[in-house]
């Protein structure tokens, strides 16, 4: 893990925290310093950062970003989370987010607002879009109305219509 040792960096204004990432990242996103080995000394402590013991799974998610929101969404709710199975490419149901179990209820009640999350056990419905994907709200369509005459008497009648217009006017 590496971390951006800048006190003014936007992401540690933002959050209050310094921003973490993957191993080989050699600079910070938010503000272009090179980052550090070490946690900065007013990084939250390591052991809220390590995975919890007996974590429960709470949500999974196909992209590393859509589980960082729900982290940091959780976070300002009060709750500790972690994220295992970072996986960038190529997108895998792998990435979970893992809460302790006596806040796992209360989690799992503030991710359901999100349509993006698929919970553990439940399948998303089939016009939904894979967990991860762009949500789309597909609206009730209106029933086609049934047409009181068939098109094709329609446009019979209508060249009927034409003809003795035609016939008339000669």
Same mark, same amino acid.
């Given at each position: 893990m590496a971390w951006c040792p800048n006190p003014? !960096?936007?992401? &540690?204004?933002?959050? /209050?925290?310094p921003?973490?990432?993957?191993?080989?990242?050699?600079? %910070?996103a938010? %503000?272009?310093?090179?980052? @550090? =080995?070490?946690? =900065?000394?007013?990084?939250?402590?390591?052991?809220?950062?390590?995975?919890?013991?007996d974590g429960v799974t709470v949500a999974t998610f196909r992209h590393q970003h859509e589980a960082e929101v729900a982290r940091l969404r959780l976070g300002a709710e009060g709750i500790g989370a972690t994220?295992?199975? &970072?996986?960038?490419?190529?997108?895998s149901e792998g990435i979970e987010l893992?809460? @302790?179990p006596d806040t796992a209820v209360r989690a799992r009640m503030i991710l359901m607002q999100d349509e993006a999350t698929t919970l553990p056990g439940e399948e998303p419905p089939p016009s939904a879009p894979?967990? /991860? /994907?762009?949500?789309?709200?597909?609206? =009730? &369509?209106?029933?086609?109305?049934v047409p009181l005459v068939p098109r094709w008497l329609a446009w019979l009648l209508?060249? !009927?219509a034409l003809y003795l217009l035609y016939r008339a006017t000669r």
């Open positions: 003014d !960096c936007p992401h &540690r204004v933002d959050t /209050g925290a921003a973490e990432f993957t191993e080989g990242t050699l600079q %910070c938010e %503000c272009g310093t090179p980052l @550090s =080995p070490t946690a =900065p000394v007013d990084a939250p402590p390591a052991e809220s950062l390590a995975e919890p013991v994220i295992v199975g &970072r996986i960038v490419f190529p997108p893992q809460v @302790s894979p967990a /991860g /994907g762009a949500v789309s709200v597909a609206l =009730p &369509r209106e029933p086609e109305p209508l060249a !009927c």
